[in-house]
């Protein structure tokens, strides 16, 4: 491999905002698919994470090829939804990109971990990633899952060993954490302001939405008769 892992996703994030321009969709979408094969290399640990990413890059992808030019901007779907008060239901688009910015947050917090402290072992990362970022919007259901799965976390040394290719893996990481953080800041600010979603912490209904998205087959209360 030339580069490493993140090399992809690294070129891919020089063209996700014009300058003084909004998030372009198709490209911020490119970058997030380019971050799968280093999710992939983590095994079962981040099984969930990478189901959930790759389901919700295809729901995003799928309202933007139905007309590329109305959605050329990440945001304008959302403002679709917004304006036809359809954004808060489970299968829309903007609880999609919500979704996908949490689990990106996960990540670039999990990455951080891995620079930051460097005796610790790959499950101490991921876990401590999780708690500061996916938790508080899980109930027990998914969180129960997540802590399960995260013990099963490969061996720090080998999994960047074969991340690194034959680039500066470190470097790579820390570029990646530095460029892609203020693009999900601004997702997050821009739903904040639109949907007032620092009020919409609803963790019962947030572990339906996240199963079902797993293709978890069950009801929730309100969905019942």
Same mark, same amino acid.
């Given at each position: 491999? *030339?580069?490493?892992?993140?090399?992809?996703?690294? *070129?891919g994030?020089?063209?996700?905002?014009?300058?003084?321009?909004e998030?372009?969709?198709?490209p911020f979408?490119?970058?997030?698919?380019q971050i799968?094969?280093?999710?992939?290399?983590?095994?079962a640990a981040? /099984?969930? %994470?990478?189901s959930?990413?790759?389901?919700?890059?295809?729901?995003? *992808?799928?309202?933007?090829? /139905?007309?590329p030019? *109305?959605?050329? +901007?990440?945001?304008?779907? %959302?403002?679709?939804?917004?304006?036809?008060?359809?954004?808060?239901?489970?299968?829309s688009?903007?609880?999609?990109?919500?979704?996908?910015?949490?689990?990106m947050d996960?990540?670039?917090?999990?990455?951080? @971990?891995?620079?930051?402290?460097k005796?610790?072992?790959?499950s101490?990362a991921?876990?401590?990633?999780?708690?500061?970022?996916?938790k508080?919007?899980?109930?027990?259901?998914a969180?129960? /899952?997540?802590? %399960?799965?995260?013990k099963?976390?490969p061996?720090? #040394?080998?999994f960047?060993?074969v991340?690194?290719? /034959?680039?500066d893996i470190y470097?790579?990481?820390?570029?990646f954490c530095?460029?892609?953080?203020?693009?999900l800041?601004e997702? +997050?600010?821009?739903?904040?302001? @639109?949907?007032?979603?620092?009020?919409? #912490?609803?963790?019962?209904l947030?572990?339906?939405?996240?199963?079902?998205?797993?293709?978890r %087959?069950? #009801?929730?209360?309100?969905?019942?008769n």
């Amino acid at each position: 491999m *030339e580069g490493t892992c993140f090399t992809p996703a690294l *070129e891919g994030m020089k063209h996700v905002k014009p300058e003084e321009g909004e998030l372009l969709t198709k490209p911020f979408l490119e970058v997030c698919k380019q971050i799968l094969p280093v999710i992939e290399k983590f095994g079962a640990a981040l /099984s969930l %994470v990478k189901s959930d990413i790759g389901g919700n890059i295809t729901r995003l *992808e799928s309202k933007y090829t /139905s007309s590329p030019s *109305e959605f050329n +901007h990440l945001y304008s779907m %959302v403002k679709v939804e917004v304006a036809a008060k359809t954004a808060k239901a489970s299968s829309s688009c903007t609880n999609g990109l919500l979704w996908l910015t949490r689990a990106m947050d996960f990540l670039v917090a999990l990455f951080r @971990n891995l620079l930051e402290h460097k005796d610790w072992p790959m499950s101490q990362a991921c876990s401590d990633a999780y708690g500061k970022t996916l938790k508080k919007w899980h109930g027990w259901l998914a969180s129960s /899952s997540f802590t %399960v799965a995260m013990k099963l976390a490969p061996d720090r #040394k080998k999994f960047l060993e074969v991340i690194g290719g /034959s680039g500066d893996i470190y470097a790579d990481i820390e570029n990646f954490c530095v460029t892609f953080s203020p693009l999900l800041e601004e997702n +997050h600010k821009f739903l904040v302001s @639109n949907l007032k979603l620092k009020h919409l #912490k609803e963790p019962d209904l947030d572990d339906f939405n996240f199963f079902r998205s797993q293709g978890r %087959v069950f #009801k929730h209360e309100s969905e019942k008769n």
